[in-house]
């Protein structure tokens, strides 16, 4: 019976502590046309035809040309811009880290 109450009590522990642990952040990079922009978001279609939404953060700057070389404004994201995003997302939401502009 003690050896039923032990176990028992390493399996509540254990559910307890996946439960309370959170899930593993993921990344990668999407690339697209840019169908969307706004202070909050940008959304991103890609050659298959799916839209995929980005998440930006107040002060997202992170804004560059396809080498990484020169910096842009967000202005310069209008829709049709292809572009290739570096995302990483967790609870599925995917939050935009940085924005490489691609030549026409």
Excluded: W
Aim: net charge positive; charged share 10%.
């Amino acid at each position: 019976m003690r050896a039923v109450a032990i176990l028992v009590s390493a399996l509540a522990l254990v559910s307890a502590i996946m439960i309370v642990s959170p899930a593993p952040a993921s990344a990668g990079t999407y690339v697209g046309t840019v169908t969307h922009v706004s202070s909050a978001n940008i959304k991103v279609k890609d050659n298959a035809g799916t839209e995929t939404s980005f998440l930006l953060a107040p002060s997202f700057d992170q804004v560059f040309s396809s080498d990484g070389k020169t910096t842009y404004q967000m202005s310069r994201l209008t829709p049709g811009t292809p572009v290739k995003i570096t995302y990483h997302s967790a609870l599925g939401v995917k939050y935009c880290d940085k924005i490489n502009v691609l030549h026409h």
